[in-house]
């Protein structure tokens, strides 16, 4: 059997003969007595209180469903000018495209344009229009003026031919023409032969038997028809030539790279400058939920936190796919040795313009993009803790007054069948069964509704359609002068060369 320490039993004996002290006072039984009536007093009232309800007022609201997403700010299009030609591309294209390609219908400016005598300097701010590079064009005009002369002489001959077939055509006409009447012109190809199949010349003059055969003198004319089209062609390309003989900026923006000298004879086959323009856009990252839902048209609000600003814009092109890199690393669980070849990720992009006065937003910052997937302004709405659902439909707990109290005392809830319409990302539109003013119960406080970030500046721009762009307008035919490119100032480096 244990035993209690003698201390602790002395102890325990103490307390135990206090306490029977105590209950043989008649003034503690009553105090006794009074603390349990206190408690059980107090117990009363607090179950007498009336639950505290968290309560939200209908009225007419806006009611907003939105998605998040991040993105990339970017230039809507990296230009690669060429003489002749002018080609957008995206920062997502590794390589410049080869132009000539794109100079396949035309003469290649490399054959006949002289050396680069004119470049504005990387770094430099162009405007839409401006003369930015300008190569020799001594070659060009030579075969310009040839091939107007050539189209001259050949058109005089089909003049002087035709005008022998009327006389011909008439009934009036003799037998015999003589040798004076027929044109007497050499063909004009041999001054400058354009290059191309041999054409039929005209003898010096038209002999009175074959004048007087209409086959003979019909193909005289097909053939000096189609001397006037070859002539035609070769002006044509000449005189194209000669207008690509300057690169003019097809927008306003920033000369970002120069790939080419002066001196340096222009090429098709690599860009001799790189345009960045000013407009931007921002280049989204869609999550497959939200990819169903997103239409043109839709509101979108860009906060671009490195630069301070928030600009809204709308959704005006379709959302994308874009192929990833195809995975080449075996999974941990393949054997030692083997490559497996996964399916290349698919991820959904959105191309969002900017307006053009963005101010500190540059290519590269990070981009919080708000898509307003669905809205409705000024309809009744509450929160969405309020709605639930059963076999029923859906109801809210409306909050009633007790009819048998005084002044609306005590409040009671009941059951209060709703339609629904769009649910947003606070509230839930609802469409019938209740009015302004009604209270519903909620099963909390009141949510903290957070509006839309506030925007400055909501002009929007379309993203640049991407692909082969016109060819930049001429500038007045000429030499140029050679400008040197290091000249004082970025406005002498950007200006436009003289022309004499």
Known sequence: ????????????????????????????????????????????????????????????????????????????????????????????????????GVLATRNDPEKLLGPVRYLVRQGVHVTSGQVIAAADTTAAQRELEAARAALTQDQAILKADQAVASRLASPSASPGVSAATAPSAAPSSSLNPAPGPSLPTPSPSLSASAAASPTMTNEQLAADEDRVDAAEHRMAAAQQVTDSSSIIAPADGIVEAVTTALGAVPSCHSPAMVLRPDTLQVDATIPVEVLRRVT???????????????????????????????????????????????????????????????????????????????????????????????????????????PDSENCGSQTSERGDVQTGLVGDFLTEITGGLTAGDEVVLPGPVPTITPLPSVTGSSPIAPTDLGSLPVPPPVPSGRETAADSNSKGPAAAGSAPPVP
């Open 296 to 402: 043109i048209g839709q509101r979108a609000v860009v906060n671009v936190p490195d630069a301070g600003r928030t600009r809204q814009t709308r959704v005006t092109t379709p959302p994308t796919s874009r192929q990833g890199a195809v995975s080449t690393t075996p999974p941990a669980y393949a054997p030692p040795g083997a490559v497996t070849h996964a399916g290349a990720p698919v991820t959904y992009h959105l191309l969002l313009g900017l307006p053009v006065s963005t101010d500190g937003v540059l290519p590269g910052m990070r981009a919080q993009v708000t898509l307003v997937l669905a809205e409705r302004s000024r309809v009744l709405a509450v929160p969405n803790s309020a709605v639930k659902h059963d076999g029923n439909g859906s109801y809210v707990s409306l909050l009633r007054c007790d």
């Open 1 to 100: 059997m244990l035993r209690m320490p003698a201390g602790i039993s002395r102890m325990a004996a103490k307390c135990s003969a206090w306490v029977s002290h105590l209950s043989r006072k008649v003034w503690a039984r009553w105090a006794l007595l009074a603390a349990v009536l206190l408690a059980g007093a107090l117990v009363a009232v607090l179950l007498h209180l009336p639950k505290k309800r968290w309560a939200f007022t209908v009225k007419p609201t806006d009611v907003v469903s939105t998605a998040q997403v991040t993105g990339e700010v970017q230039p809507t299009a990296i230009y690669q000018l060429y003489f002749g030609a002018a080609i957008a591309q995206t920062r997502a294209e590794p390589h410049a495209p080869d132009a000539c």
